[in-house]
């Protein structure tokens, strides 16, 4: 199991297709039985404790130990650009994509995983990407949204919008698939990252629209600039499982 790296800032990659998955293996020439092979983005730590104003060095850090405030996400959806997962089986080099899928459901573990077919086999050198790219409609990357609770016990709504281009990458260990199973990898999102080094004393004198918290790069943006620098370490993908077809 290996953390993943997230590079920001990549230039936008546009897609035209709705929806597509596809596999290919580059200098195939013989035909071999297939299996599925997937993957799947999901949220955990959907409740987590916010530090109170601690200083190390000049710079305000989590106090968990000591803080009552926390925040309760209760939703969190993702627009994915493209999933593109590559490896080597037989020393050739295997492409599995995946173009515009919307509105996934990161609390949904009960949903489909994105699967395609892949010859059976032995693959190592695995590397999954999922492109998030920056959007001017209402589709933007990452939506998160729930309830912060000041250490004063106040219950404010807070949403987190995240709208960059960024290629989330996570390597994976070696696995061998056949016929009579599949396999799928889970990418979580762990949310009690995100606020990593985020005061409540912040979040508690943020701006408030309407009512709600509102963090993303125009509303309390000094907060968002924290959370996406966060994003490096919120990701993680998990080694395939085995299932029954």
């Known amino acids: 199991m290996k953390k993943t790296l997230l590079n920001l800032g990549v230039a936008a990659l546009v897609c035209t297709a709705l929806f597509s998955s596809c596999s290919k293996e580059k200098n195939a020439s013989t035909a071999a039985a297939q299996t599925e092979m997937g993957f799947q983005l999901t949220a955990d730590n959907q409740q987590t404790t916010v530090g109170t104003n601690a200083v190390t060095d000049g710079r305000e850090v989590n106090a968990t130990a000591i803080s009552t405030a926390s925040i309760k996400w209760t939703s969190v959806i993702a627009n994915v650009s493209r999933f593109k ?72 709504p807070i949403e987190f919008d995240y709208n960059d281009n960024a290629i989330i990458k996570g390597e994976l260990k070696d696995v061998t698939v056949d016929a009579n199973t ?48 966060n994003i490096f370490l919120a990701f993680e993908a998990h080694e395939f499982e085995h299932h029954k077809k």
Do not use: C, W
Not at 110 to 119: G, Q, R
Not at 189 to 196: A, G, I, P, S, V
Not at 207 to 219: A, C, L, P, Q
């Open 85 to 156: 997962l590559e490896a080597k089986r037989n020393g050739k080099v295997t492409e599995i994509t995946t173009k515009n899928v919307s509105n996934l459901d990161l609390f949904n573990l009960n949903s489909s995983p994105i699967t395609a077919l892949v010859d059976t086999g032995h693959y190592r050198e695995i590397e999954v990407k999922i492109l998030l790219v920056k959007s001017s409609g209402t589709d933007i990357p990452l939506t998160a949204k729930g309830t912060f609770t000041t250490a004063a016990g106040a219950a404010v």
């Open 182 to 229: 599949g396999v799928t990898s889970k990418i979580n999102l762990h949310l009690n990252k995100l606020l990593t080094g985020i005061p409540s004393t912040m979040l508690d004198q943020a701006t408030r629209t309407n009512g709600t918290i509102v963090i993303n790069s125009t509303t309390n943006a000094a907060i968002y600039n924290r959370v996406i620098i």
